[in-house]
């Protein structure tokens, strides 16, 4: 109960009074009522900042790779172009739907379901601040290894749904890419559980704190290197340059989205910049110390949330923003190449990265480098 | 309702909800504001304008299988291995390191032998020369 959102919040007397005065006047105890609604408001919020996020996401990456190629980039619609996703997603919306002859209709469906829900459900476990994470689960890492896999089932299918051969072959690229990347994802996240020894979201984070040295990244040096395993692999897993050979533009059309139209489309795309922060707030989580103010500054109290958020959102958009700039900076793999990197580069670097965790918890005990130096 | 249930799946189940929710809406309000005139020439699949031959369900190449299989094998292996990863701390908090050490050691082990059979064999590299090794063995 204390894990959830709602818990978070019962910690603070007034509320906790506020509750108790109006259980007394109703007649029953309004308390489960209260996590209830703490659930439907957060989720609703982070829902709400999610479609931002993704919308900002397709605004940033148009506005950013502008700068890197010395154009404008949009600036119509609104300020500076910043209302240029709401007029991409009205367009989208009055876009025909078209299902292609010969379509397997109920997989056709469910493809941009499982991106959307895949991504989604992720949300639930993901530390904003102390206050705003759904629920900390016991096994939140885990869970979201588990859910986020549900993204490569949807891209597959959608490849495989749409009787087009660009669109399978684009899926089936998009299954052997996301399934191999797993495997480093998962073995660097697991180096951090060995160091931390839990697999809960925000136990980890409280291990760390503010300042640099106290970071999981800086910890030992498997887990700097680790860190960039994860992220290179992560990148590989959201589908984005230079690891977008399910969607390559330029032999694929369009890869595994070929066929689809209309909102379809459009969800497709928001599921994969929702991802792409998804996949930041994670490494921000696990190595860059996620929402801890420098100190442990006001701790557990409800002032520190917008700070502690903007802190969270400050590492992601940082990480969001190299995400677009390797992008636009860097050419796209070949398919030997692709996998060449993952299975005889990035797989043993993160199996080395584990083993050396594991020595380095034997040998001094779980301190870190800076510990060892200072002492 | 038990604790377990409003903390672990309550949560969950509401996340996953509004997912649903936003995909069943997304889809209605396409449908109310967008045209829906189908024919023949706009619903065939896209093959840069020619007229497709035969379905796209067609075989592929075999390599995807061959990655599958060995996803499988470390997917499991890192789930076994999870357990072991979080208590690996407690232990060598008890004094029990070094022996959870080589437990664990051995369990990565096996991992990599997996993997450098795999190597071995060529099934790392996506262009795999087939006729290479099978004259060889015929000779």
Request: aromatic share 20%.
């Given at each position: 109960?204390?894990?959830?959102?709602?818990?978070?919040f019962l910690k603070f007397d007034f509320i906790k009074n506020a509750i108790a005065s109006g259980s007394s006047a109703i007649g029953f105890d309004l308390t489960m009522l209260f996590y209830i609604m703490m659930f439907l408001v957060g989720a609703v919020a982070i829902t709400a900042l999610l479609a931002t996020v993704g919308g900002l996401g397709t605004y940033a990456e148009r506005k950013i790779s502008a700068d890197i190629q010395a154009r404008i980039g949009p600036n119509r619609v609104g300020p500076f172009g910043i209302l240029q996703f709401l007029a991409d997603g009205i367009k989208m919306m009055t876009k025909e739907d078209i299902m292609p002859s010969g379509a397997d209709k109920f997989l056709f469906y469910l493809a941009p379901f499982l991106c959307i829900f895949g991504v989604f459900s992720t949300f639930a476990v993901i530390p904003f601040s102390e206050g705003l994470q759904l629920t900390n689960l016991d096994i939140g890492i885990f869970y979201l290894i588990a859910i986020a896999s549900l993204v490569g089932v949807g891209i597959f299918l959608g490849g495989y749904a749409s009787n087009s051969k660009w669109s399978l072959l684009g899926g089936m690229r998009g299954a052997a890419q996301i399934i191999s990347y797993e495997i480093p994802v998962t073995?660097?996240?697991?180096?951090?559980?060995?160091?931390?020894?839990?697999?809960?979201?925000?136990?980890?984070?409280?291990?760390?704190?503010?300042?640099?040295?106290?970071?999981?990244?800086?910890h030992n040096p498997f887990t700097f290197i680790g860190f960039f395993v994860l992220f290179i692999a992560g990148l590989a897993e959201t589908n984005r340059a230079p690891f977008d050979l399910p969607e390559a533009e330029s032999e694929l059309v369009s890869g595994y989205h070929t066929e689809?139209?209309?909102?379809?489309?459009?969800?497709?795309?928001?599921a994969e910049y929702i991802e792409i922060f998804v996949v930041s707030g994670v490494s921000v989580s696990l190595f860059l110390g996620g929402y801890n103010l420098p100190g442990h500054f006001l701790h557990g109290t409800l002032?520190?949330?917008?700070?502690?958020?903007?802190?969270?959102?400050?590492?992601?958009?940082?990480?969001?923003?190299?995400?677009?700039?390797?992008?636009?900076t860097f050419p796209r793999l070949r398919a030997d190449h692709l996998m060449t990197i993952c299975w005889k580069y990035l797989t043993p670097i993160a199996i080395f990265n584990l083993i050396g965790c594991a020595f380095w918890m034997v040998l001094f005990n779980g301190k870190s480098f800076y510990d060892l130096l200072m002492h | 309702m038990s604790n377990q249930a409003l903390e672990v799946f309550m949560p969950i189940s509401i996340m996953m909800g509004i997912a649903v929710l936003l995909f069943i809406g997304a889809l209605l309000a396409a449908k109310f504001l967008s045209p829906f005139k189908p024919n023949k020439n706009k619903n065939m699949p896209y093959e840069c304008g020619e007229e497709p031959v035969g379905t796209a369900w067609s075989m592929f190449n075999v390599r995807f299988y061959v990655v599958g299989l060995i996803f499988i094998i470390f997917d499991?292996?890192?789930?076994?291995?999870?357990?072991?990863?979080?208590?690996?701390?407690?232990m060598v908090s008890l004094g029990l390191g070094s022996y959870v050490l080589i437990i664990f050691l051995s369990f990565v082990f096996i991992l990599i032998s997996g993997i450098a059979y795999c190597w071995k064999k060529g099934d790392l590299d996506w262009v795999k020369s087939y006729t290479k090794t099978s004259i060889r063995d015929a000779e």
């Open positions: 109960m204390e894990n959830t959102i709602g818990g978070f073995i660097s996240i697991m180096s951090i559980v060995l160091l931390s020894g839990t697999l809960s979201f925000t136990e980890v984070i409280n291990m760390q704190s503010g300042f640099p040295h106290n970071w999981f990244i800086f689809y139209t209309g909102i379809r489309f459009g969800l497709f795309a928001l002032g520190a949330q917008p700070l502690q958020f903007a802190i969270f959102m400050g590492k992601t958009f940082f990480l969001y923003y190299v995400v677009i700039w390797i992008r636009w | 499991v292996e890192s789930v076994l291995m999870f357990p072991v990863a979080v208590i690996f701390k407690k």
